[in-house]
């Protein structure tokens, strides 16, 4: 009967006192790379879309300038067609990935 009060009692003081090893976080490398992510993403969110602007604005300026060229009007309307697709794509990459790292939480 001893030992069953004393089995009984040492279960319940481990249920009701863990250990923190289990608890003790992430380690640090876990969080600095979020933190990195986290800043690259938000950098990247700002670069892209001014790069893709920069881009389109250069090639709409270096068409009007060559107005009479049909060939090369042709080139600057498809380099800003490219300069807008890959700029869309550059954002819902990194938007996926913000997404992701949001999942995980600070």
């Known amino acids: 009967m001893k030992r069953i009060g004393l089995f009984i009692f040492v279960c319940a003081l481990l249920i009701t006192c863990p250990t923190n090893a289990f608890a003790a976080g992430e380690p640090g490398i876990v969080t600095g790379t979020k933190n990195l992510l986290e800043a690259a993403t938000t950098w990247l969110l700002i670069l892209i879309p001014a790069g893709c602007a920069t881009m389109?604005?250069?090639?709409?300026?270096?068409?009007?300038?060559?107005?009479?060229?049909?060939?090369?009007?042709?080139?600057?309307?498809?380099?800003?067609?490219?300069?807008?697709?890959?700029?869309?794509?550059g954002v819902s990459a990194v938007g996926i990935v913000k997404a992701f790292l949001?999942?995980?939480g600070s």
């Open 56 to 89: 389109i604005g250069w090639h709409a300026f270096v068409k009007q300038m060559n107005e009479g060229d049909p060939a090369q009007a042709a080139i600057h309307n498809r380099a800003m067609k490219n300069a807008l697709i890959a700029g869309a794509i």
């Open 102 to 104: 949001g999942f995980y």
